[in-house]
């Protein structure tokens, strides 16, 4: 089918320049070359499209049906190329993503003016909600997953890594003391997302893996941050995701030499043939987020 449609615009550009001569220089291959595609096109057909003559080429019955179909084929092909290339250009269309809230509200809301402003023609559908959506069976063009995300077949690309410290309310401490260490972690109640049994702690000079036991264990970044504010134990987030309860005196730094290994974010798609939208917005996050905390 490719090599038709291949021939059937060789074919209108004979036509148009009434010369194989003509129409080869302008295609830019050997005259011989352009014949011969013709000719194999005829053969296909089953049918003489063109007279040829040593001075002008006149189309035959079928050639003049033929030229009046594929002139509107090879226009809109024509047409079709462009627009996609416009829009690789200046990429259009709804893209829909699934992520998670706090990540939504902290990380990207603050960018997306400007990817806005870069890329007027795009417009989001966010699903926020720590769910593993299904990329094959849901209309999504992508995930947003903080851990490596589940299933198999995805293609997981590395936008982000992020690092997380260790943090409690004054009241918490005050009741509870503080660790002086690491180690200390397991004489208190740590707050724990659900993919993380465990914290992997770094000073520097040391490395310290804990493994956390906890009351509450969820899958809502926002749940952990709310009951370490009252009091309920000691929380493992990024700082930025605490900045506004730092700032409040709601929450304030523990054991802080020690910070946990960055995590990374993934940007995760069905396959690795991205529309424009979708290359451009992981492009983006990339680049902006190369150095979040």
């Known amino acids: 089918m490719a090599d038709y449609l291949n021939d059937m615009a060789l074919f209108v550009e004979v036509v148009r320049a009434n010369s194989f001569r003509r129409a080869a220089e302008a295609l830019g291959m050997p005259n011989s070359t352009l014949s011969r595609r013709i000719s194999l096109l005829e053969e296909s057909i089953g049918l003489r499209l063109l007279h040829r003559t040593t001075r002008k080429i006149e189309l035959t019955e079928a050639g003049q049906l033929y030229y009046e179909r594929s002139k509107r084929i090879v226009e809109e092909a024509r047409i079709a190329h462009e627009e996609l290339g416009e829009m690789v250009a200046q990429p259009t269309g709804v893209l829909r993503m699934s992520l998670p809230v706090d990540f939504a509200t902290t990380y990207l809301a603050p960018l997306l003016p400007e990817f806005a402003d870069r890329y007027p023609g795009i417009t989001f559908d966010m ?7 299904d ?6 063009d992508l995930a947003i997953r903080m851990g490596a995300p589940e299933g198999t077949g995805l293609i997981t690309r590395v936008v982000a890594r992020v690092s997380a410290r260790l943090y409690a309310s004054p009241g ?39 493994k956390v036991a906890s009351k509450y264990r969820t899958n809502s970044v926002a749940m952990i941050r709310k009951l370490a504010t009252l009091n309920m134990g000691i929380a493992f987030l990024p ?16 054991l802080p030499r020690w910070i946990g290994d960055p995590g990374p974010v ?17 492009e983006f996050l ?3 987020l190369r150095d979040a905390a």
């Open 266 to 282: 993934y940007a995760v798609t069905e396959t690795r043939l991205l529309p424009a939208k979708t290359q451009r917005f992981i």
């Open 239 to 254: 700082e930025r995701i605490v900045a506004d309860e730092l700032a409040a005196g709601k929450l304030r730094q523990v």
């Open 135 to 140: 990329l094959v069976g849901e209309p999504f």
């Open 127 to 133: 699903d926020l909600s720590p769910r593993n959506v």
């Open 172 to 210: 918490y401490l005050e009741a509870n003391g503080e660790p002086g260490h690491p180690g200390d972690l397991k004489n208190h109640q740590c707050l724990s997302m659900s993919t993380m049994p465990s914290w992997a702690l770094n000073s520097g000079q040391e490395i310290f893996s804990v």
């Open 286 to 288: 990339r680049e902006k």
